[in-house]
């Protein structure tokens, strides 16, 4: 079939479906099972399917009584937390829209967003939260509730109920208010990062999120029911809402959430995921961490090494479908326990699948997980697109981000921009006609601002947002995000930014890792424990230097990194230099290291 045939069929086959209506599935066969699962104090708690569906609908007879109901809008501002889940299924059980924002937000991006998708309630995490909303309160006219889920001290104003308090009331009928959302209400609004200009609202139906999910089931077969997941991302991210809320709800997955991203390694340990999805930073800490520790015993690295090796050529062979010779095959069930033991520390033993998005992931750490045997390959796609567009899970190829899921299609503007076609393709943006109208061409395709090449197998290869490719003064163009990638694969590198837009040359400011830079310096028995004391160490400088050598050695000599600075200290996501899910904010970089990059310049 045609990606167009199959599409045809994908939507024919969801017909009128919605969230609430996946959802509703799942409360019917797994009534009695663990839905979502989470710690307080030292124990862990769980709702079953059938327990969040009722406080789902207590909180959708709240917002009744709030005359809240179908078109109307909510925001939450709430780290992950089953009061997340089961807020966002109450809006959908009488027709509205629920909306996450960053828990970052500053009170006038609080202003601007509440404000611009006109909500009419507000539930946030805690005082700290209600604070920041508070200070803008008056400037929203059309928000009439604001509801917190934490106030042990009773410091909240008088108006402004405890979430506990909203799940009171009797529950509306369930089987009622799955019937209300259609296919073509909105399911959520996705708020871009705003790092070009003002955040726009993604618009993203029921029928997008269930076409995604089915597509999804066409690539994955039915093999993912019942799983067990960590929620830990933004749910602002679209990543994360299709990871940690839609998939989960569609195929009956285990959630367990995870308010404190830093905290995710343990997590890990204690769910022991089936699936489990991070971005490229995320992967490298942990990889990072895994490595210092094997490193920290040169015995136990050598042993495993040879496992790795192997690791890696049958993760290979099995990605291009070739057959695996028998003294290979014969020794893969030597090495099986060395690489899954290595997994367990981190609780990814068990995991059937995981995936890497968002931004570009290093090759060496990405070798490094396929050689532990761990089942990664990467994804790509946008808010726009529901999510993924392209993905494989048995045919990876380093370096390209997949082909084109089911029912997808992808092609190449004359200038190299990617265009997407596919049932996942968002509504437009809210209240932005004349922002829809310049990504949304005849036929409708979507133009995605990436820019990307397509091999003959239809796997597609990124390059670099369309924005935010680097022109040299000698005209040259260059992908910064190329060049990160391949800094960042330097041992002691955590995180890269390259410079160099109307100038001579390129530079880069290269981020030392925390974890990698203290197990380095221990074994070359340098005394220095601090990262800003270790950047300025002839020693480490002198292990910067080779390695970018070595990645220049990639890259044409227009192309090459002719100075850089090792900075030590940590860039943080949530920051200005980091988004919430560890993309580079790189106006937010220029700014505030203007005097690093001018000394890179100074003689030029």
Not at 255 to 260: A, M, N, W
Not at 391 to 415: F, H, Q, S
Request: hydrophobic share 45%; charged share 20%; proline share 7%.
């Amino acid at each position: 079939m045609t990606p167009a045939q199959v599409r045809a069929d994908i939507l024919e086959e969801i017909g009128s479906l919605t969230v609430p209506k996946l959802f509703a599935q799942q409360v019917a066969i797994r009534s009695d099972v663990a839905a979502l699962k989470w710690k307080s104090e030292e124990s862990w708690s769980t709702l079953t399917w059938s327990q969040w569906a009722d406080r789902a609908c207590r909180f959708a007879a709240s917002l009744r009584s709030m005359d809240i109901g179908p078109g109307d809008r909510i925001v939450l501002m709430l780290r992950n937390r089953p009061e997340c889940n089961i807020a966002d299924m109450g809006a959908l059980l009488v027709g509205a829209t629920p909306i996450s924002i960053y828990n970052s937000s500053a009170p006038d991006q609080i202003e601007f967003l509440i404000g611009h998708c006109e909500a009419k309630l507000a539930v946030v995490d805690d005082i700290e939260f209600l604070g920041r909303l508070m200070q803008v309160r008056d400037d929203l006219p059309r928000l009439t509730h604001v509801a917190v889920v934490d106030d042990p001290q009773s410091a909240r104003p008088a108006s402004v109920p405890l979430f506990s308090n909203l799940l009171e009331p009797d529950p509306v009928d369930f089987s009622a208010a799955v019937e209300i959302a259609n296919p073509d209400d909105l399911a959520t609004v996705i708020y871009t990062s705003g790092t070009t200009g003002p955040p726009k609202g993604v618009m993203i139906d029921h029928r997008n999120v269930a076409f995604a999910v089915r597509s999804g089931d066409r690539l994955f077969g039915e093999g993912r029911k019942g799983w067990r997941e960590v929620s830990y991302l933004p749910m602002a991210h679209i990543a994360e809402r299709m990871t940690g809320y839609y998939l989960p709800i569609a195929n009956g997955w285990e959630v367990t959430t995870c308010p404190d991203p830093q905290q995710i390694a343990a997590y890990l340990v204690a769910v022991r995921p089936q699936f489990f999805f991070a971005v490229p930073r995320v992967w490298e800490k942990l990889a990072a961490a895994l490595q210092a520790g094997i490193a920290a015993q040169p015995e136990q690295a050598a042993q495993l090494q040879p496992a790795l090796d192997i690791g890696w050529q049958l993760s290979e062979l099995s990605a291009r479908g070739q057959p695996v010779p028998p003294p290979l095959s014969e020794a893969v069930p030597k090495v099986q326990p060395a690489l899954q033991a290595v997994l367990s520390k981190l609780g990814l033993d068990m995991c059937k699948f995981a995936g890497t998005g968002a931004a570009p992931i290093p090759f060496d750490v990405l070798k490094f997980w396929r050689s532990l045997l761990l089942p990664i390959t990467e994804v790509w796609g946008l808010s726009e697109t529901t999510g993924g567009a392209t993905w494989t899970r048995d045919r990876p190829k380093i370096g390209t981000v997949g082909p084109a899921l089911p029912g997808v299609e992808i092609k190449l503007a004359d200038d190299g921009e990617v265009l997407v076609r596919g049932g996942n393709v968002f509504r437009g943006y809210l209240n932005a006609p004349e922002k829809t109208a310049e990504v949304m061409l005849p036929d409708d395709w979507f133009a995605t601002g990436d820019i990307g090449t397509i091999d003959d197998d239809g796997y597609l290869t990124i390059i670099d947002r369309k924005k935010e490719l680097i022109i040299t003064s000698g005209g040259k163009n260059v992908s910064p995000a190329n060049l990160e990638a391949k800094l960042k694969e330097i041992p002691l590198i955590g995180q890269a930014c390259v410079v160099g837009d109307g100038r001579k040359y390129l530079s880069a400011l290269l981020v030392l890792d925390p974890d990698a830079t203290s197990a380095w310096a221990k074994q070359h028995g340098i005394e220095a424990t601090h990262l800003a004391d270790l950047a300025d160490h002839p020693d480490v400088r002198s292990a910067v230097d080779s390695g970018v050598a070595k990645a220049n050695a990639h890259f044409s000599q227009a192309e090459a990194i002719k100075r850089w600075a090792v900075l030590g200290e940590e860039w943080l996501p949530d920051s200005e230099v980091l988004t919430p899910t560890m993309k580079l904010k790189r106006r937010g970089v220029l700014r505030h290291y203007e005097h690093v990059i001018e000394a890179l310049y100074a003689d030029a």
